[in-house]
């Protein structure tokens, strides 16, 4: 029994995606997904995030997987992180320890 269901299920969607090839969107479900602008953090910023979260330079350093030199260049404004950890300081500065400990980056003894 389960196994028809699964079957058909399948085949029902397989049918759709079809459809959907040819042009008819009547059956198809559509998503919009709006990306927030990437921020830009500075020295003082990435100071206040690492000081908030209670992480030493070097700690915070092994939290983003760099060296601890760059986090110093990054609070010095000798350097500016790129891309990805900005969007990582980002989601650090609104979700703090917890989102660290939920995705077990650091534990809390």
Excluded: C, H
Aim: net charge positive; glycine share 6%.
């Amino acid at each position: 029994m389960k196994e028809n269901k699964a079957f058909e299920s399948i085949m029902k969607g397989l049918s759709e995606s079809l459809e959907y090839a040819k042009g008819d969107s009547s059956k198809a479900r559509r998503m919009s997904v709006i990306v927030s602008a990437l921020p830009s953090y500075r020295d003082k910023e990435i100071k206040e995030i690492r000081e908030k979260l209670n992480l030493s330079q070097k700690n915070f350093a092994f939290v983003l997987g760099v060296s601890p030199k760059t986090v110093e260049a990054w609070e010095s404004g000798r350097n500016i992180p790129q891309g990805p950890v900005q969007r990582f300081l980002q989601m650090l500065k609104s979700g703090g320890k917890k989102l660290l400990q939920d995705y077990n980056v650091i534990s809390v003894a």
